[in-house]
């Protein structure tokens, strides 16, 4: 977290802040116990990289087709990513709705910049209702703008009428938090509730 002006404003992440997001939930089923291979087909295939760029607004069915194409043995593995997509997505992170709704209660106002595709992130909130309660939200998959690009942090800035300053914003991505410093937020970087609330309680959010 950095210094300087105390923040009153507060910026989620969703995806490992919020609520837990990990592919491997649902190919440790499909892998059947082979740990080495679906390592391997999430590192080449089904790659982080791929799946940004559904995160950036390319459609799942461009992305499944195309790769399902290039690796037509992996066809009906590459189809489950999207298909079987909310198995990745066991429930929430511990404690950290709770925060949320704190801080909400407390009248903090609360914001959220997510790397997110846009139907995945509308299935999601439809699930998890705490999601809808945001003062304001920038999604990737409709910008077509992701973290850690300093362009997604101005975006929220100047849309919801914000000072950088003023905000106090959570990733557990440790670039994502050097990038909000970059534009003048505070940043905290996410391993777990109980260290979020120390620091937002020692900048007198909670």
């Not at 590192?43 to 499944?64: F, K, T």
């Not at 003062?135 to 362009?151: C, F």
Request: proline residues 6%; glycine residues 8%; contains cysteine.
């Amino acid at each position: 977290m950095t210094g300087g002006t105390a923040p009153s404003i507060v910026v989620f992440d969703i995806g490992q802040v919020l609520i837990e997001w990990d592919p491997r939930h649902l190919y440790r089923e499909l892998f059947d116990g082979y740990e080495d291979l679906m390592e391997d087909f999430l590192e080449r295939i089904c790659s982080p990289a791929w799946n940004l760029e559904q995160d950036r607004g390319r459609p799942w069915s461009e992305a499944v087709a195309q790769l399902a194409a290039e690796h037509p043995d992996c066809a009906e593995l590459i189809r489950a990513y999207d298909d079987m997509w909310e198995r990745m997505v066991p429930g929430p992170i511990p404690g950290t709705p709770e925060i949320l709704a704190e801080l909400k209660a407390r009248g903090a106002p609360v914001y959220a910049i997510t790397n997110f595709s846009a139907d995945k992130f509308d299935l999601t909130c439809r699930r998890f209702d705490f999601l809808n309660g945001f003062d304001g939200i920038i999604v990737s998959g409709r910008e077509r703008l992701v973290k850690p690009d300093p362009a997604i942090f101005h975006l929220l800035t100047d849309r919801y009428g914000l000072e950088a300053n003023r905000c106090f914003f959570i990733d557990d991505n440790p670039d994502n938090v050097e990038s909000a410093k970059s534009v003048g937020m505070s940043a905290h970087l996410f391993l777990g509730a109980e260290a979020l609330r120390r620091d937002l309680e020692a900048v007198g959010l909670l």
